[in-house]
């Protein structure tokens, strides 16, 4: 079975660094793209960061220049680095992937369990 565990997270304050990684577990053929939402209360899930296997990212406005994503070489595990980090950075992040199964023709999405980000001001 296919999961995605998530490392990282906790509590920093403001302008600090923080760094959270994702690595998947189990059996499987390929991924499509990997990458990191967040959720703070009260509002929707919105994304952060993404990265193609082949490479290109994409990142939500608010952490360009801020954040940056990348994938291992094995394309099993993304980590996001995140600088200058700022109160509104606070919330819960989710790490998410397309993955094809070992089957001919079966994938799909994935989520992580969440992790805690906190940044004090």
């Known amino acids: 079975q296919v999961q995605l565990v998530e490392s990282g997270g906790g509590l920093v304050q403001a302008g600090g660094s923080l760094k959270l990684s994702c690595a998947v577990s189990?059996?499987?053929?390929?991924?499509?793209?990997m990458g990191w939402y967040r959720q703070a209360p009260g509002k929707q899930r919105e994304l952060v960061a993404e990265i193609q296997k082949g490479g290109t990212t994409t990142y939500t406005d608010s952490v360009k220049g801020r954040f940056t994503i990348s994938i291992d070489n094995a394309k099993t595990t993304v980590s996001v680095e995140m600088n200058a980090l700022k109160p509104e950075d606070t919330a819960v992040y989710y790490c998410?992937?397309?993955?094809?199964?070992?089957?001919?023709?079966?994938?799909?999405?994935?989520w992580g369990q969440g992790t805690q980000v906190t940044v004090s001001s």
């Open positions: 998410n992937a397309y993955i094809f199964g070992v089957k001919a023709g079966s994938g799909g999405i994935y």
């Open positions: 189990g059996s499987f053929f390929d991924i499509k793209y």
